[in-house]
């Protein structure tokens, strides 16, 4: 029987010319089978939780943690190369050692399965309708969980839309990734999470938390069910970075375009509150979700609805956060700021391809839903004046927090929602980024930052921190929040979260958003402000 690793990569790993020849090393010895070396390679999660040689020259010694060559997952040689360009030029040996192990980690360890298109996929009842699953395909698990995130997914490919446009193979990845993206949302868009596309052959993963969710879903096809705005928000992002850094539509087909209107639908479906507008009648929702659970967080209150929502707000509701805990009350802002941002570009996206009349449409869409954050998500606070609420229910009351995960209140103008410097924005900030304004920013003799529910009340996520570096101009600040996530990385791997007293307590060894996060904030200060990086008087670097 084949090792579970053998299972998820044997035929599509190193079928493309651009795995093992991207590289500069010595060929496989011609006694070297390399299917049988491949069946030796350990399992990542665990290889993670090691340190390995050579160490960096820095004072803290951080480890090597990429996987053999032969064990990776996918390899671009123009991403070498930015590796070797920034090894050379950062001056924190630490730091750059950080970068070389977290640039790639998406592409090392979790390109579970891609296909350029040109292969034909044998018929299978598991997917009935011809039309789909044309074209390049990529799955992208989310590390050490057998699944995808539409959310996780498209962030853990952000750094890499930089070079799509150069890198042939890299522009395949992502295209596949988008085209992937709107099977799963075609299928089940009230979904977060999902199971290997059936034409990869590659057996799912079941949780057996005892969900009961409608609208149903195939458990095959389906990892999770949890409806979360923003994975919604994410589809349409994934399509329009690639879009803005290469100029193709390649991927709006029929398919993307039916995964559109479905999006539309639902959209359209949780922008209605508990009640009708005009008769007050109770009118219930589309999207039910209880699980067998004893934690507040992983189920929704009052027989799987949610708290009531008010009608008329122009705001869409979201069942779950980014971090897949409930939400307390449904219109979560920062998932409607994502979406206004996503509609609006797809609409330019469009218009320039020759949609007008569904351009406007979503112009009009987003252009609304900005204007309802405005209206209904910024409150009033006692001590910093006009700030954005992290959740509202239309009827007044309001939750004043941020949680780590993206988006989230403090990565705003990461969004594209609003300048860094607008005075409602840095209100926000300074609260979330206070332990009297934000329940959930923590702080210990280890680490801060802010975390959230899902983790507890001792762990701060190093992802809220390196937002927090790509939001400010400050450049003391931008250090402060790169020699801490630095400080606790000593695995050579950026962690989920961390106890902010005991930085040895982590929660998940190999989490490649959190790694593309930190390759991200490096790439955004490489440009931004390169002599924090490579030293005063250094030159921009640009992909």
């Known amino acids: 029987m084949k090792s579970s690793v ?36 350990p399992d990542y999660k665990n290889y993670a939780t090691r340190r390995h040689p050579p160490y960096s020259q820095g004072p803290l010694a951080l480890p090597f943690q990429r996987p053999s060559k032969y064990c990776r997952t996918f390899a671009s040689p123009l991403v070498e190369q930015v590796i070797d360009d920034l090894k050379a030029k ?76 150069k890198d042939k193979s890299i522009h395949q990845l992502i295209l596949g990734a988008i085209n992937t993206q709107a099977e799963y949302v075609i299928e089940s868009p009230y979904c977060n999470a999902f199971q290997p596309p059936p034409p990869s052959g590659l057996e799912p993963t079941f949780q057996g938390d005892g969900d009961t969710v409608h609208p149903l879903y195939e458990q095959s096809s389906v990892f999770e069910c949890k409806y979360e705005l923003d994975s919604l928000a994410h589809f349409l992002s994934l399509s329009n970075q690639f879009y803005k850094h290469t100029g193709s539509t390649a991927f709006l087909n029929e398919r993307w375009l039916l995964a ?24 219930g929702n589309e999207y039910r979700f209880q699980r067998q659970t004893n934690q507040g967080t992983e189920t929704l ?153 899902h983790v507890g009340l001792e762990s701060a996520w190093p992802m809220s921190v390196l937002v927090q570096a790509m939001t400010s101009h400050d450049d003391a600040e931008i250090q402060a929040c790169l020699a801490s996530v630095k400080n606790v990385s000593m695995r050579g791997v950026v962690h989920e979260s961390v106890n902010v007293d005991e930085a040895e307590r982590y929660s998940r060894s190999w989490f490649a958003w959190a790694n593309s996060v930190f390759a991200q904030t490096i790439l955004d200060l490489a440009q931004r402000k390169p002599h924090l990086l490579f030293g005063e008087g250094a030159e921009a670097y640009t992909l």
């Open 301 to 453: 209150a009052l027989g799987g609805i949610g708290n009531p929502l008010n009608s008329g707000t122009g705001l869409i509701r979201s069942a779950f956060r980014p971090s897949d805990d409930a939400t307390i009350l449904g219109f979560f802002i920062p998932a409607n700021a994502m979406m206004s941002v996503e509609l609006t570009r797809t609409a330019a996206l469009l218009q320039a391809a020759g949609h007008a009349q569904l351009a406007t449409q979503l112009a009009s869409r987003g252009a609304a839903l900005t204007q309802a954050i405005w209206d209904h998500g910024v409150v009033p606070h006692a001590q910093h004046g006009q700030v954005f609420a992290f959740e509202v229910d239309g009827y007044g009351s309001h939750i004043l927090m941020d949680d780590a995960n993206l988006p989230s209140l403090l990565s705003l103008p990461l969004l594209g929602f609003t300048p860094a410097d607008n005075p409602v924005y840095q209100n926000t900030r300074r609260m979330i980024l206070s332990k009297h304004g934000n329940p959930y920013f923590l702080t210990g003799n280890a680490f801060r930052g802010i975390g959230g529910p």
């Open 260 to 283: 559109l209107d479905t999006l539309l639908e639902v959209l359209a479906e949780q922008s209605k509150g508990t009640f009708n507008e005009t008769t007050g009648v109770y009118q």
């Open 90 to 165: 950062i001056v924190d040996k630490d730091l750059a050692r950080l970068f070389e192990n977290a640039f790639p980690n998406t592409l090392d360890t979790t390109v579970r399965w891609h296909v350029d298109g040109t292969a034909k996929h044998k018929p299978s009842r598991k997917y009935l309708d011809p039309a789909a699953w044309k074209g390049p395909q990529s799955f992208i698990v989310t590390g050490d969980i057998n699944a995808e995130w539409l959310r996780d997914s498209t962030n853990q490919l952000a750094q890499y839309q930089l070079l799509a446009k």
């Open 6 to 41: 053998v299972s998820l990569v044997l035929g599509t790993l190193f079928s493309a010319t651009t795995v093992l020849a991207a590289f500069d090393q010595e060929p496989l010895g011609p006694t070297i089978d390399p299917n049988k070396y491949r069946a030796a390679c």
